[in-house]
């Protein structure tokens, strides 16, 4: 069974520019969360999309954002980048059958984003 | 607001040690808690998921234990092998699919 598969695996942009980061979840999996990870802040809760709805949202400005299609695969965008923006950026799935379920989250490989 | 904590930030033990990695959370309204490995530069491997009911949990060399009232959990690893050398993190799930990080522990096991 295939894992979360993320795209690409490195990006390098300049600031201004926008990026838009793609992520395949597990097969069957219909939750898909993003997270931010950066040394000095440590791994940081983006958004979790569930049935192509944004669910759930953490603390980060209107130039992130995401959508999840009909087949779960989900992108995130970022635009007008900027210095800070450079991380690795995790996507994570699940099954989602509820919150009092015993689900373990899975992370991709992740995308490392420079922003110059 | 949730914060987790884990100490130490980096521990460096001798092959064949056990030792034991802690993680603190001020909320113990929360869903579950999870430990993670990352290797430099890769994704997070999930290790042990405890659920808010439980109070242990163990796969192989891993015993994972969580103290909800008290706000810990501990991640035990027996004998130590090189291979274990990675960053551990543990959080916890609060609403949804949330997950809130600690810092992660840098573990180093010389051979």
């Known amino acids: 069974k295939a894992g979360v598969t993320q795209t690409p695996r490195y990006l390098i942009k300049t600031r201004g520019q926008q990026v838009t980061l793609s992520c395949s979840p597990i097969?069957?999996?219909?939750?898909v969360s993003w997270y931010q990870q950066t040394p000095g802040q440590g791994l940081q809760f983006l958004f979790e999309?569930?049935?192509?709805?944004?669910?759930n949202k953490g603390n980060f400005p209107g130039r992130f954002s995401g959508r999840q299609f009909s087949n779960s695969r989900s992108e995130m965008n970022v635009s007008t980048l900027e210095l800070g923006d450079s991380a690795l950026y995790l996507c994570?799935?699940?099954?989602?059958?509820?919150?009092?379920?015993?689900?373990?989250?899975?992370f991709g490989s992740g995308t490392q984003l420079s922003v110059l | 607001k949730q914060e987790v904590t884990q100490i130490p930030a980096a521990l460096s033990v001798p092959e064949g040690e056990n030792l034991v990695l802690n993680c603190s959370f001020t909320d113990s309204a929360i869903y579950n808690l999870q430990w993670f490995r990352q290797d430099p530069g890769k994704g997070l491997t999930s290790l042990l998921l405890i659920q808010s009911s439980q109070r242990e949990q163990t796969s192989g060399r891993l015993n994972a234990s969580l103290d909800k009232s008290s706000g810990r959990s501990t991640l035990y690893i027996a004998a130590s092998q090189p291979g274990d050398s990675a960053t551990y993190l543990c959080?916890?799930?609060?609403?949804?699919?949330?997950?809130?990080f600690g810092q992660g522990t840098r573990l180093t096991i010389n051979p």
């Open positions: 994570a799935s699940s099954l989602n059958r509820g919150p009092g379920t015993n689900e373990k989250l899975f």
């Open positions: 959080a916890v799930r609060q609403g949804a699919q949330k997950l809130v």
């Open positions: 097969s069957g999996h219909r939750s």
């Open positions: 999309y569930f049935s192509e709805t944004q669910r």
